[in-house]
């Protein structure tokens, strides 16, 4: 067992004392948990974290991981369908969960007296969840309405879920989209799903993480009476191991989207895993290019040369890859290649210039402000703390990750810059309005 207590983070000008106090161990069947005692108010947040996402599907079975997150909710031996909801509900509590490339994860917000009912519904779910013909059929329904929501309906949703990220990893598993193909997901068969289950939703592949208003003892104990005997996964798991080759030459692609109203320039940028260092300061670059008003494409793309009516730019951090993302979408009048060549001009003038330490101090002070913001609440908490240990291997890193970006220096953001906006190494997308026949 570690207990570890957080130091005080002194910032530029301020001085800040996040103390954020856990303790985590292992139980026998390979469950890492993590205990964040809040006593402040009477509320607790419950969260499982499975190492699992949509890069662990095959590629003719993509969609699983997503799937699950809604299959997981029909219940159990002991849970009835549809009653998952109904006992969040009555207990004055609130539930969810979400999908990603690398992870699925689910949380309860419950009164702390209820702690044990979360627990309960969470070793349900790893134990023996429903995986059966009724629950498969319900959620085939329920997904592919979703994809139509939320991908086939929306502007310029399926161009980057699905041609962005096929080229930028033409190989590696990120390819394919979260939500997945519904062919796959309406040729799988019941043993398939049953399999994916066996595999992935078991305590050794899993983070248990609970935060809130608990006392530490009792909880560990109910942790065990709950989890304890719930049996290691018997298959093995595959993580891949993929290797892309380096963009070399600019990809271009053009597209149409029958729901875009005006022309859309995506530019995509391969970069390194979350847990580089380089993959900070590309957060660091992301809020300085398009982050608020006095951002440099923010203020002179859009708002002094109004070519745009809006503009982004972001570090989208993965487990095996980075995607560092530019958009923008055109002004009346505008085109794409306007656009574009004042997007560039700012990337160029960065990669040239670099950036003053008053920028970067700037910025620094904003992520420290954002840290606070995230772990504020019990369920912020739960989720840093789980992330953390899942994917950087240094829980303690909820306290301490901000002394990465402090350590990053103006020289860092100019080398970063020109080491990975290249013209050369990008998709450039461009999204035109679907023409009318």
């Known amino acids: 067992m570690k207990k570890i207590i957080l130091p005080f983070i002194l910032l530029t000008g301020?001085?800040?004392?996040?103390?954020?106090?856990?303790?985590?161990?292992?139980?026998?069947?390979?469950?890492?948990?993590?205990?964040?005692?809040d006593n402040s108010n009477p509320v607790v947040a419950i969260s499982v974290s499975y190492h699992v996402g949509s890069k662990n599907e095959k590629p003719?079975?993509?969609?699983?991981?997503?799937?699950?997150?809604?299959?997981?909710?029909?219940?159990?031996?002991?849970?009835?369908?549809?009653?998952?909801?109904?006992?969040?509900?009555?207990?004055?509590?609130?539930?969810?969960?979400?999908?990603?490339?690398?992870r699925t994860y689910y949380y309860e917000?419950?009164?702390?007296?209820?702690?044990?009912?979360?627990?309960?519904?969470?070793?349900?779910?790893?134990?023996?969840?429903?995986?059966?013909?009724?629950?498969?059929?319900?959620q085939r329904k329920v997904v592919k309405e979703e994809k139509r929501l939320r991908?086939?309906?929306q502007p310029y949703s399926d161009a980057i879920t699905r041609i962005l990220w096929n080229d930028l990893f033409p190989t590696h598993p990120y390819h394919w989209s979260v939500i997945g193909s519904m062919e796959d997901l309406d040729a799988a068969s019941e043993e398939d799903y049953v399999h994916f289950y066996k595999t992935f939703y078991v305590p050794d592949n899993a983070v248990l993480t609970i935060a809130g208003d608990i006392d530490l003892e009792q909880t560990k104990k109910m942790i065990n009476d709950y989890f304890g005997s719930i049996p290691r996964g018997k298959e093995k798991i595959i993580r891949p191991a993929i290797e892309e080759m380096p963009i070399t030459k600019e990809i271009i692609v053009d597209t149409e989207d029958r729901n875009a109203?005006?022309?859309?320039?995506?530019?995509?940028?391969r970069t390194p895993k979350q847990t580089d260092k380089d993959a900070y300061?590309?957060?660091?670059?992301?809020?300085?290019?398009?982050?608020?008003?006095?951002?440099?494409?923010?203020?002179?793309?859009?708002?002094?040369?109004?070519?745009?009516?809006?503009?982004?730019?972001?570090?989208?951090p993965l487990e095996d890859y980075g995607v560092f993302l530019v958009l923008g979408l055109t002004n009346l009048g505008v085109?794409?290649?306007?656009?574009?060549?004042?997007?560039?001009?700012?990337?160029?003038?960065?990669?040239?210039?670099?950036?003053?330490?008053?920028?970067?101090?700037?910025?620094?002070?904003?992520?420290e402000k954002d840290f606070i913001d995230a772990n504020s609440t019990v369920e912020g908490v739960a989720e840093s703390l789980s992330n953390y240990y899942l994917f950087y291997h240094d829980t303690n890193l909820i306290n301490s990750a901000i002394e990465i970006y402090r350590s990053i220096t103006i020289d860092d953001v100019k080398r970063v810059a020109n080491q990975y906006l290249n013209e050369n190494q990008r998709v450039r997308l461009t999204v035109m309005p679907e023409k009318k026949p």
């Open 14 to 37: 301020f001085m800040f004392s996040q103390q954020i106090k856990f303790e985590e161990y292992d139980l026998s069947n390979g469950l890492h948990v993590i205990l964040h005692k």
């Open 60 to 102: 003719d079975r993509t969609g699983f991981a997503h799937f699950f997150e809604h299959l997981l909710f029909e219940g159990s031996e002991n849970i009835k369908r549809g009653e998952f909801f109904q006992y969040i509900n009555k207990a004055g509590g609130q539930n969810n969960a979400n999908t990603k490339q690398d």
């Open 109 to 138: 917000i419950l009164p702390s007296n209820q702690l044990g009912l979360g627990l309960w519904l969470e070793s349900e779910r790893m134990l023996h969840a429903k995986v059966d013909k009724e629950g498969i059929e319900t």
């Open 151 to 153: 991908i086939d309906n």
């Open 261 to 269: 109203q005006v022309p859309a320039l995506i530019l995509g940028y």
């Open 281 to 316: 300061v590309l957060t660091i670059i992301g809020n300085i290019l398009s982050n608020g008003e006095s951002s440099r494409i923010v203020k002179n793309v859009q708002n002094k040369k109004q070519l745009a009516m809006y503009t982004g730019s972001f570090l989208w």
């Open 335 to 367: 085109t794409i290649d306007q656009l574009g060549g004042a997007i560039d001009e700012e990337i160029e003038n960065l990669k040239k210039n670099g950036i003053t330490q008053k920028e970067l101090d700037i910025q620094i002070n904003k992520l």
